[in-house]
């Protein structure tokens, strides 16, 4: 099988913390361990006496019964905690995927199952998200794009990079397409809880017998340090990707299991995913006055999630160039849309703490403006 590099993530671990200003994350500025003890009024003291052990390596109970609240119906023991929800997508994509398989996958995307789908040798097709449609896909293209005979759906919901949410009514529609065909259905909810307008997107959890929903601490929660994520599925499902789990990572680590129990503790999730929107909502005007800035170079759809903009420039050099000159050239570091499957785009993260955005703003404005006239 052919090895697909994962480009998006090859570029974020090798410079992310090595920039100045790191405007390629997706969630907003993490919280240190003693930010997120003081927000919950938690003593240290617990945290200091976690056994260095093996924890529960499908998650102690504490964390699995905090997670099965979020899930209407469902049992702890169908949850599987992994080591960030990346691992969770990859069990549940090697458990599933056998070569020539038929594997449907939104797109532009988080590439992660696209290429890992291909890695196990799967055939796979995409129905993509339109511009044109405000971000929304085709329903014919769906339809196309999940044909019979697919083992495998997967959607980002709500989506990096565009930062879209899908409607209700094309939710359905690839529900009601992945039960047609008797497809597996993969949601990805990571950025669930990081709407800037604070409705809840709804779960994909529930509306057909063979989903499977993976989410994390990440994104919403500003807590990606943890690696922790979870995945929900079927019981029997649940217990092969634990069994699967054994090859990977084991389990999650004590410490991470122990403060992920803290944050979701209700009161603390509460606050938690309201710094989240506070974050968004003082910095995106920010992020829009900026771009303005530009003139006619940019065009873009405000996202409803994610601390994250996806914006089309008009100059005819490529974003792989953009990016580099800009990294090499002024220590910041931007997504080419490239990584997600869309030339002559950007991605910018804009969940920074607000005195350093902007610092990291200016600097970016200095870069593009050399770039885009040279
Ligand atoms: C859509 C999506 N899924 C999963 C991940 C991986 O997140 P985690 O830190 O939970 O492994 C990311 C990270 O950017 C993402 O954008």
Redo the contacts with the bound molecule.
């Keep these: 099988m052919p090895f697909i590099p994962f480009d998006l993530e090859r570029w974020q671990s090798t410079w992310e913390n090595r920039v100045r200003y790191n405007l390629s994350e997706?969630g907003v500025h993490p919280l240190s361990i003693g930010e997120l003890l003081e927000l919950a009024g938690a003593p240290a003291r617990p945290l200091l006496e976690v056994r260095l052990g093996y924890s529960q390596s499908n998650g102690t109970d504490l964390l699995r019964s905090r997670i099965a609240t979020l899930y209407p119906g469902v049992s702890p023991d169908q949850i599987l905690v992994t080591t960030?929800?990346?691992?969770a997508?990859f069990v549940v994509c090697w458990r599933l995927i056998e070569p020539r398989d038929k594997v449907a996958v939104m797109l532009p995307?988080?590439l992660?199952t696209w290429g890992l789908a291909q890695t196990f040798g799967a055939e796979v097709s995409g129905f993509h998200l339109r511009p044109e449609r405000q971000w929304e896909p085709a329903p014919e293209e769906i339809r196309a794009a999940i044909a019979p005979g697919t083992k495998l759906v997967v959607v980002?919901n709500p989506h990096?990079p565009t930062g879209h949410v899908l409607s209700n009514d094309m939710r359905d529609a690839i529900v009601e397409r992945a039960a047609e065909v008797g497809a597996w259905l993969l949601a990805?909810e990571?950025?669930q809880g990081a709407e800037v307008d604070g409705r809840t997107t709804p779960s994909f959890w529930g509306s057909y017998e063979r989903v499977i929903v993976?989410n994390?601490?990440?994104?919403a929660y500003g807590l990606?340090g943890l690696?922790i994520?979870w995945l929900i599925a079927p019981p029997g499902f649940s217990a092969e990707a634990w069994a699967r789990h054994d090859y990977t990572t084991i389990g999650p680590s004590g410490a991470s299991d122990h403060l992920a129990a803290v944050a979701l503790e209700p009161r603390v999730r509460g606050e938690l995913l309201a710094r989240t929107r506070r974050i968004l909502r003082t910095n995106y005007p920010v992020l829009e006055t900026w771009l303005r800035g530009f003139g006619d170079t940019f065009s873009w759809q405000p996202p409803q999630a994610g601390a994250i903009c996806l914006v089309k420039y008009r100059q005819a050099v490529g974003a792989l160039d953009v990016v580099e000159r800009v990294r090499a050239e002024y220590d910041v570091l931007l997504v080419p849309g490239d990584h997600f499957g869309l030339p002559n785009h950007l991605r910018f993260g804009y969940g920074e703490e607000l005195h350093h955005f902007k610092d990291a703003l200016a600097e970016t404005e200095r870069g593009l403006r050399r770039v885009f006239t040279d």
């Design positions: 997706s960030g929800s990346s691992e997508s995307n988080y992660q980002t990096n990805d990571v950025y993976v994390g601490l990440s994104k990606p690696r994520g």
